[in-house]
């Protein structure tokens, strides 16, 4: 692993189909097709159903979403250092970018944890943004 202390960890979020680049990691975060490391960062179904049927409002989702990043970052912190070791990491699900308008996706909070995680362990950090493919 990186020496964390003086690595500056760049992330981006993208829609599932982004391919990336050398150097970056993309990591699927979805529930639908998460694996490894990116099902530690995914929402359960019954999050995601709940919100896809106006079940429960969008502070709710987040609040449900932070805490379960809280439970997962507790049970396996390891998981949480690791992607932030990487040189780029693109957080990826299959939602639409809504970043310039409602930022009602869980790629967006994740990042904002992600910084959290980074500042606490003394790890650099830099949102790059949304990318998109380059085709």
């Known amino acids: 692993m990186t020496d964390l202390a003086k690595h500056v960890c760049r992330v981006g979020t993208a829609r599932i189909d982004y391919q990336g680049h050398v150097g970056q990691r993309v990591l699927n975060t979805t529930v639908k097709s998460g694996t490894g490391l990116g099902a530690v960062f995914a929402p359960t179904w019954k999050m995601v159903m709940a919100s896809k049927q106006d079940e429960i409002t969008w502070d709710e989702y987040r609040r449900q979403y932070t805490a379960l990043m809280r439970q997962r970052y507790q049970a396996n912190p390891a998981a949480f250092l690791e992607v932030l070791s990487s040189a780029e990491l693109i957080v990826c699900c299959y ?12 790629r967006y909070i994740l990042v904002e944890i992600l910084q959290k995680v980074a500042a606490h362990h003394d790890i650099g950090f830099e949102g790059i943004g949304e990318v998109r493919s380059s085709r």
């Open 95 to 106: 939602c639409k970018d809504t970043h310039a308008t409602t930022k009602h996706c869980h």
